[in-house]
């Protein structure tokens, strides 16, 4: 850090440049990434460069020397938009958020995961036993959100798959006091069906290479990924990842976090009934659709604490109200097919939702001093996946990309339309520039 302080390669600043075009701007930044300053500003606004590797510029030493400086006192850093963001909020009193964008893999999760790693490093060390249990919550959020919410794609070894909203509350002293996340989007068709090349939320390969023998004989699972239809695509793909490793990490994560045995035993009895719906065959006799494996739908059934006729029913059946009366009319084999699907990502999507309430509840901000001064501030940190194209687009991508363009026409208006019309208050000479 102190060789980045002394030399600076390029500008460190686009604002400072003397014309401003894409081949200089781009220039700029390749001139910079090539000697490690993967961050540059512009004006209030970080640019960040992911160089795919562990930089070691986030130790307590870099902390120290942001902590408590003006924006633009220190190379450009995170940590310098962190502590800008604090500072705003404890000396105005107001709400401040730091919103991270980019294109698929540009390492916005992993900024995010700074950003907070910083603000619970530069708040007071505090004696109350609360404030360190919430921080201490704040950041092991993280790594059970990963597990269950994101993946390997073919840009990025571990991807989000949602978007998340974190808000972080302080208390009057500038010390987080509680939480809330908000998540948006969860990519649920991952659970079914994977891009070549890609794997499904880390959960599933976690759970089967990191659970015990005994938990798998328990949930009638076996180590082998391609033993399982829904996951088969992505098993044999080489990663970065230890999913054994990070089985481990994550338990321990959720019992730190507050999660009961039995609701971490759950978690896992639904990723073992999902494994299983997948190898779920359908046969037809006659005008008849039948289950191929009987004993597929009693593992099932017991492993969602429910009676295997019901789960029968639920996957051969659709229940079709005609005036008054409710008759269950039998599936073909193709609609038992998507009915099957439909299901393990409705039962994914509500197992993520429980995990995130779960979350909320155990980081909720509780009764405090804040209540007795009225001052509750936020600092808000939102990350959402990044603009994507495929060879085969679904509606999910739709929504993805249509919420990267609103958050980016937010940007510039933030940006340009406000900063210009402080310009034209204030009597500044200035060149307007037209946008969308």
Known sequence: MAEQESLEFGKADFVLMDTVSMPEFMANLRLRFEKGRIYTFIGEVVVSVNPYKSLNIYGRDTIEQYKGRELYERPPHLFAIADAAYKAMKRRSKDTCIVISGESGAGKTEASKYIMQYIAAITNPSQRAEIERVKNMLLKSNCVLEAFGNAKTNRNDNSSRFGKYMDINFDFKGDPIGGHINNYL???????????????????????????????????????????????VGAQLKSSINDAAEFKVVADAMKVIGFKPEEIQTAYKILAAILHLGNLKFVVDGDTTLIEDGKLVSIIAELLSTKTDMVEKALLYRTVATGRDVIDKQHTEQEASYGRDAFAKAIYERLFCWIVSRINDIIAVKNSDTTIHGKNTVIGVLDIYGFEIFDNNSFEQFCINYCNEKLQQLFIQLVLKQEQEEYQREGIPWKHVGFL
Do not use: T
């Open 186 to 232: 969860l990519e649920k068709s991952r659970v079914i069906v994977q891009q070549p090349g890609e794997r499904s939320f880390h959960s599933f390969y976690q759970l089967l290479q990191g659970g015990s023998d005994q938990m798998l004989r328990s949930l009638h699972l076996q180590k082998s990924l391609s033993s399982y239809s829904y996951i088969h």
